[in-house]
């Protein structure tokens, strides 16, 4: 394993990553050659799938946990009410925190200026951001509680109930019109509903649609009528999310269409959730085989079949832990400027306005985002406009009276640290931490979190590489639809279980929803100039 | 196996029992004795536990089952919803089936009069009628439908919400007194309180505690001043329900004070949680190692342990099909007349009616259980004051539009029929379902499950046998508070995980709530004079 971070170049102490850790890194990111020809046998890789898939699922405890934010105690109340988030370790007195202002330095960008990923767009943290707001819901009241469904169900598509759902749904018994969501055909491109109108009043139509969360109070007219009825309290946070949300939009009608040409006999309601069924899966195909496998520095490409968690121990029903709602935070991958169509633009820019896409349209606006770089995550790199949500992040782990990232490592199985050069090898990281912690068993789960070094051919540290993986397949492999008995054709139709097999990256699906089939645009979460050179 | 029913001594045509069915229940119900040694052997019995358990469970397809009763169709609602029972097999239209009236002599006892079970005290069919009234809920107003939590939470006592459980809660901090359920000593006997006052009106402390199901609106006001507050609605639906939620209620509150003295420093909330962790794990150490054994011909005692659970691919959150909701009906089990401390007494007198049970006490009530007869499950044997409610269960097969009872023969592993002579040896069972269907296709699944003989040491005919096995191991081993992480001293304490280890049967538990500690009294499902000559 590289000590060195990409960045500075400086050693990292590494006796405490464990042997282990070091052993499976050393196999997993060596050997380039070795995994290529693994990747490309059938049989082979279907074996080694599943043991990486396991081996990362069992470094933590597995569900059901004993504990939720409810209560420092397991009870049934605990056990059973999914408004509270779960938890993997108990809450915790930290004594002696700093003043959450003294943690403000370490979310400001260094006097050289941020540190750019030479891994990933900005597709990547656009789709981590859209995909998470998916089932990741704090409750703005108690920090300590959760809207969510506790699923991947395209909730930012269809909503989180049925009353946001059928007020998005065109219901129609009409052929050719059966099971589609509500949208408006402009200029030859198909779009989500406007929530507004051009004074700002809201379409009465969608008056169960949620608010945007944070919408500007004060946000223009202009802008506020670029906000879409999306299902997602969150989707129209930025043009990306937005634009991402279109896609999946799209693809839901795409998939109505070609569902009931198949099955001219069926209901509305029948197209409807048999198209929602198969815009999940590819979601979740989505995620494994192009979002985890851009997150994963490992050479073998992870596949999108959920077959290791059919007989697994750890196929239990989801329940999001708080750890992994914070964890989520990649506030720093987000830059100040994007490359927008040749023009360089301002991020603060494309937050609720969503009046470029609809006016330059969905394939530039994917353009863009895969055009322009993400930032490298990580202290010292947060975006301006965000740093105050990081500070906040910080209190919401004291809310919920989390342990400390050394007990954190101990649950997922690292070594605990004893020295701040055993997290980083950049000496501000470490003596900035030195002076405000003191004590590593005093640093925090989200501050130490981000304070790892980014391993080569990673996009996120380690620590957080680790709970999004086991988190990730144990979350997504779990999900009903990929069930023994439901992921098969009378599920999803012959046609459905075809355009499922036919999807692994969202550019396969980008392909399907453009004008012009996005033909030449090349939609990736990967830097296009890092592959080629690692 | 044995081909005579006990009960005619007639030859049933077992050419359709299945090789591996005949096989197992050979091995599982000859050679007493060397069950008897394997039963002594704690290592050896723990393997042959689980071996059974697992081939119990895999007897059919297991969760998540791809439809419930929401559509014909696997939907991400019909996957996510529980307000609906899953289903095994898929909505089927069954053409030409009989009048509900053709079917109701099946129901009338023959004239010789009713055959009482060999096997089984009315505390049996009792204790089956008030534990699955814990989950087995029907929507009156539309039979696809359930209000149940779809596990084992003692709602009977605990109500089915947060509302109903603090409704029946003595909410105190006060030394000795935390934790408690809302209670009252008459004579030195402790009693949940009293629903309606003497003239009849509800007691507005229990505003949100449910209306007693089916509580006739003419009952004279002592017996209704005899309802107790109960959280189950069909908690007091006999007297013999009433008294073991009693127990239950008991169990609780003895729970608590041991709970509280070893924990002084705990709080209500925490006193009352504990307690009941522990009282809905007794209860299932009761419904595995007593009911089930019970239930089960086999001669090895079946463990109330986990553990086999804890790997298998069978262990996925459990929801009640509406297959299990029906094959639950055992009302021929209800005799018509019980004996009660020595006096006859008709059976019908004990719905709804507390009056004796608070006069005579909890001793004599589970005495009368005890020391009754069942009768005998099967059709021809129904106590004229449930006949309607057969039909009614017909009728609910029908509005669920339930597959036939071969196809749900083929779908549990049982080899289809192809002649009535395989259910039965009774010919007027053979001759009268040959009249009303004449083919064995066209059989309905509640009727056929009740006509089977009842194989020797049974307590319930082979294919409920089978279906309850499966559906008592799914459900019961993977309740949360069983799982890995959960099942320990922790969760329940030194002192409740003790009380746990010592509790295995309905007399355990009465013996610590009894005043006189039951001694004497055999609190027993088993008719003692059975198993001694079996």
């Known amino acids: 394993m590289d000590k060195r971070p990409a960045e500075t170049g400086r050693m990292r102490d590494t006796s405490h990553d464990g042997f282990r850790n070091k052993l499976e890194a050393f196999l997993l990111t060596r050997g380039r050659p070795i995994w290529s020809f693994i990747n490309e046998q059938r049989w082979l890789r279907g074996i080694v799938n599943r043991l990486i898939v396991n081996n990362a699922v069992l470094k933590a405890p597995t569900r059901p946990l004993p504990l939720s934010t409810m209560s420092g105690y397991a009870s049934w109340a605990s056990l059973t009410d999914r408004t509270w988030f779960s938890r993997y370790l108990p809450p915790k007195t930290m004594e002696g925190l700093p003043a959450l202002q003294a943690l403000a330095p370490l979310y400001v960008t260094k006097p050289g200026g941020p540190r750019l990923s030479q891994r990933s767009t900005l597709l990547f943290p656009s789709f981590a951001q859209w995909f998470t707001d998916g089932f990741l819901m ?174 697994a121990r750890w196929n239990r029903g989801n329940w999001i832990p708080v750890e992994f709602n914070l964890l989520y935070r990649w506030h720093s991958l987000i830059p100040e400027t994007i490359l927008w169509n040749g023009r360089e633009k301002p991020m603060a820019d494309m937050r609720f306005d969503n009046e470029l896409l609809l006016i330059e349209g969905l394939e530039i606006t994917l353009g863009a985002a895969s055009g322009s770089s993400a930032w490298s995550i990580g202290l010292f790199n947060t975006a301006a406009m965000l740093r105050d949500v990081e500070l906040a992040s910080i209190q919401q782990g004291r809310d919920n009276q989390l342990a400390s990232y050394n007990d954190y490592r101990e649950v997922m199985q690292y070594p605990r640290i004893s020295r701040f050069e055993q997290i980083s090898g950049d000496p501000d990281v470490v003596e900035t931490l030195k002076a405000i912690y003191g004590n590593v068993d005093k640093l925090e789960f989200f501050v130490g979190l981000f304070a790892e070094d980014l391993p080569e051919r990673s996009a996120v540290p380690p620590l957080i590489g680790r709970m999004v993986a086991l988190d990730a397949f144990s979350h997504a492999l779990t999900n009903p639809l990929l069930s023994p008995y439901v992921y098969n054709e009378k599920t999803f139709t012959v046609e459905g279980m075809s355009s499922i097999t036919q999807t692994a990256c969202l550019s396969d699906i980008a392909s399907r929803n453009l004008p012009g089939g996005g033909t030449g645009l090349h939609i990736t979460m990967d830097n296009p100039a890092y592959d080629s050179v690692a």
Chains 1, 2 share one sequence.
């Open 138 to 311: 704090t409750d703005g009241a108690d920090r300590r509680r959760t809207s969510t469904n506790h699923q991947i169900d395209l909730s930012q598509v269809y909503g989180l109930n049925d009353k946001v759902q059928h007020a998005l749904r065109l219901q129609s018994e009409t052929a050719g019109r059966k099971g589609r969501l509500i949208t408006e055909i402009l200029d030859g491109e198909e779009w989500a509903p406007r929530l507004f109108d051009s004074e700002g009043n809201r379409d009465p139509r969608f008056g169960d649609v949620p608010d945007p969360l944070k919408l500007p109070i004060d946000l223009p007219p202009g802008r506020r009528a670029s906000i879409f009825a999306f299902g997602g309290e969150r989707a129209n946070a930025t043009i990306f999310t937005a634009a991402i949300n279109t896609m999946f939009i799209r693809e839901h009608n795409r998939l109505c269409q070609v569902i009931e040409t198949a099955n001219p006999a069926w209901d509305d309601e029948r197209v409807f959730q048999t198209a929602r069924n198969v815009n999940i899966v590819q979601l979740i195909k989505v995620v494994v085989e192009e979002y985890i496998n851009h997150i994963s520095p490992y050479w073998f490409k992870l596949l999108g079949d959920p077959t290791p968690s059919y007989k």
